[in-house]
Structures are given as structure tokens and as C-alpha cells.
């Protein structure tokens, strides 16, 4: 057990962006973020990631969910790190909403990747999970590889890394799409090592191949693509042999949500896993996709656009058909659907922010998993927190709020910006 900050009534109502808030954390970021520590061992299990299930009593236990092929119980509410300007003043809003967000009790998925805020954002991740010094079977870390990042700390640009990779022989031109991508077997090689000083750890949960299709296959094609796929998933099956990571993913935006007429843009989730297959074997380490899913881009659960076995079907029901869990990013469409009400009676919840959170999970889809939420203000990583309290809706519950009656109901309610 640790203690727990957020307790009933969350009592922690200290504004982040206030001196006092600063000042608690500002000395203690300072002392661990960038440093070079030696990395923590092992990763997230069956027993720790149900010992942290068990931290909080006042949580339901529906929020946790038992994840395909590792069995792990994963919270239905995760923390993202993508927004933000790479500044110090982000830094420690970010650090302290993990710590926050940990210490609740009900958010034991941590996401990031190596381009965001140029690199600084797994860097201020892995100060947390020092400062945080929960067991690390507990925690759920993720990141992605793939795009060409600046370093916001050391000044370096994406063009200046380029030329270095080229002149070393890791890469060539033809590697690089867009000036900004590379699926090279060398180049996500070192990019996971990088990602694993940055975090501090040994071992990576899990690993996303990020917005792969998005990036390259507009401009190689679809045979081009999948090969550069297969040879990624090959590098990224030896990082899981030499326990790097434990297992590998998608990080997607439009490939798998866009129409099947959609040339080099759709791409079928069951011909991702094909791969896998042919590359890692039945036993492949392919688990994860993560996608956008919200109330303005509901293709995901309202269009049957992805192919499985000759049919065409919604992405919810191939990923189950093939054991891939759903990770859903962009939530709130970075602060748009703040302006879209929801019913509270509903939704179970007070704040806006909440009752969107809650209107994800409680999709009728055992496929979704985690929603990611992006916060750093204390008021928001709090309100946000809101529905970790609460147990998702269930499946007429769901649907009762596409009647005509409830949808006249949130047309009436008020919009709650608190």
C-alpha cells in the first residue's frame, strides 16, 4: 500500500499553477529531471498491476480492466503527455500531475512518447516514477518511436540528427520520409535505448510504432509500407528477446478510422496482425493500437469500415477477434469538447471533463482498455480524476443516451466549464 494523496472528497485542492504548488515540487524536480540514474528493473506484472488495483478501496473495481494475451488489469484511465510548450513551467505541471494522478489510486498507465515537447516529455516521466519510488510491477509505462525529434534541452534540431544518422551509415535518405519519420531497424533501435535513459528504466511495457501508416504510406505505397512494417515488428520482436520491452503496438490516427475506398490512407488492423504473425510467430508480441476515439470521431464504435474474415465490421470487433487492446488517445480533442455539454444524470459525474472520460469507457467494447487524458492543471488533472469513483455505464445505460429524449436533455443542460 502508499499513501494516497486524492482522498474522498478530493481533499487536494491546491491550484498547480500557484506559487505554493510550484514551490512544493519545483526543488524536488529539479534535483532528478535529466539526471542520470541507474535504471529501475522490471516491469509491469499480473500480481503488481492487481496489488495497485486493490491500493485504493474507494474505487470500483470495474475501472480496472484485465488486458488481452498478458492478463495485466490496467486502470481505464491513463495519462498522456503530448501537449504542453517545452518549457519548465509545463515540466513541472507535468510532473506533478503523475504523481497526482499515481497516488490516487486509479491511474496506473502512464504514456509518452520520444518527440513529445522534444524529448522532454519522457524525461519528466521518468523523474516522476523516481520521485513516486512505487514498486514498478505497479505501473504500466509506454512510449513510441518513429518520428525524428528535436531535443528540446540540448538544441538539437531534426535535421542536424538526420545528417548524423546518415553520415554514420545507420540510415540513408531514402529512410527518412517527410524529413521527419524513419521506420529503420537501427534507427527504432537507438531510439529505444534513448527512450529508456530518458524514462530510467530497464525494461519498456510496451512499445508503439508511431503513426507509421499516417507518416509513410501515403508516399511508399502499400507493398513498400508493409515491408518497412514487417522489418520494424522484426527489431521491435528482438527488443522483446533481449528484454528491452515487453511488447509493441500501433500509435495511429486516421488509418484505422478512415473508409476502406480510402486509398493509402485505410489500413485493416487484420493485415497488421498478419505480420505480426509471419514475423513473431502465434506466440507474436503485437498487443496494443492506440487510436482516437470521442464524441466528434466516433467511427471507431458507429462504422463497419475494417475488414475481418471477407466482412466488413467495426474496429471494436476486430480488435477483439485478435486479442488487440485499445488505447484511446484525444478524448477531449485537446480542449474542443469542452464546449459539448453532457448530462450529469447520465454520465454519473459532475465535471465536463469527467463525464466525456466516462461516455469513452463505458463503450460497450471489451476491446477498449485505457483512455488517455492529457492534464497538467491541478484543477483538471482533479476534475478529471472524478471518474475513477465512479463504475462506467452499462450497456442500456450507454445507449439510453442516443434517445431522442436524452439527447433533447443535454441540448438543456448547462455547460459546466468549472
Known amino acids: 500500500m502508499f499513501n494516497l494523496r486524492i482522498l474522498k472528497g478530493f481533499s487536494h485542492t491546491i491550484e498547480l499553477s500557484s506559487e505554493h504548488y510550484i514551490q512544493k515540487y519545483q526543488q524536488n524536480f529539479k534535483d532528478i529531471y535529466n539526471l542520470s540514474y541507474p535504471p529501475i528493473p522490471g516491469h509491469a506484472t499480473i500480481d503488481g498491476t492487481k496489488q495497485y488495483s486493490s491500493n485504493n478501496s474507494e474505487i470500483p473495481k470495474s475501472h480496472f480492466r484485465t488486458n488481452y494475451r498478458n492478463n495485466l488489469l490496467l486502470s481505464s484511465l491513463g495519462i498522456g503527455s503530448y501537449q504542453g510548450a517545452p518549457d519548465q513551467n509545463n515540466d513541472i505541471m507535468l510532473y506533478g500531475s503523475i504523481i497526482d494522478s499515481v497516488l490516487s489510486g486509479g491511474v496506473n498507465v502512464i504514456d509518452t512518447a520520444i518527440n513529445y515537447r522534444y524529448m522532454k516529455s519522457e524525461r519528466v516521466i521518468g523523474a516522476a516514477i523516481r520521485a513516486l519510488n512505487i514498486p514498478r510491477d505497479q505501473l504500466f509505462i509506454s512510449s513510441k518511436g ?52 530518458h524514462l530510467g528504466l530497464e525494461t519498456l511495457d510496451l512499445l508503439y510504432l508511431h503513426n507509421a501508416a499516417e507518416s509513410q504510406l501515403p508516399f511508399l505505397g502499400y507493398e513498400k509500407f508493409y515491408d ?22 500501433m500509435a495511429t490516427w486516421v ?46 464504435f458507429s462504422q463497419e469500415w475494417q475488414p475481418f474474415k471477407g466482412e466488413n465490421t467495426q474496429i471494436l470487433t ?101
Open 146 to 197: 518513429g518520428y525524428i525529434p528535436a531535443d528540446g534541452d540540448r538544441g538539437i534540431q531534426e535535421t542536424q540528427l538526420i545528417r548524423e544518422l546518415i553520415n554514420k551509415n545507420l540510415i540513408t535518405q531514402d529512410d527518412v520520409v517527410g524529413a521527419c519519420h524513419c521506420m529503420h531497424p537501427k534507427f527504432l533501435e537507438m531510439q529505444l535505448e534513448q527512450t529508456l535513459n
Open 255 to 300: 488509418c484505422f478510422r478512415a473508409k476502406p475506398d480510402e486509398d493509402r490512407i485505410h489500413v485493416p488492423l487484420e493485415k497488421i496482425v498478419e505480420i505480426a504473425e509471419r514475423v513473431g510467430g502465434k506466440n507474436h508480441h503485437f498487443e496494443y493500437v492506440q487510436m482516437p476515439i470521442n464524441a466528434m470521431m466516433p467511427e471507431a
Open 228 to 249: 518497412r512494417v514487417a522489418k520494424a515488428f522484426e527489431q521491435y520482436e528482438k527488443s522483446v528477446q533481449n528484454g528491452k520491452i515487453k511488447r509493441y503496438g
Open 318 to 418: 476486430v480488435a477483439r477477434q485478435l486479442n488487440v487492446n485499445l488505447v484511446i488517445s484525444s478524448p477531449l480533442m485537446g480542449g474542443t469538447l469542452m464546449q459539448v455539454p453532457l448530462p450529469s444524470d447520465i454520465f454519473k459525474c459532475q465535471f465536463l471533463g469527467a463525464k466525456h472520460l466516462q461516455f469513452l469507457r463505458s463503450i460497450p467494447a471489451e476491446s477498449i482498455k485505457t483512455i488517455l487524458i492529457g492534464q497538467k492543471a491541478n484543477r483538471h488533472t482533479k476534475q478529471n480524476l472524478e471518474v475513477i469513483r465512479v463504475p462506467p455505464l452499462t450497456a442500456d445505460e450507454f445507449w439510453s443516451f442516443f434517445q431522442p429524449l436524452k439527447r433533447k436533455q443535454v441540448a438543456d443542460d448547462e455547460l459546466d466549464m468549472q
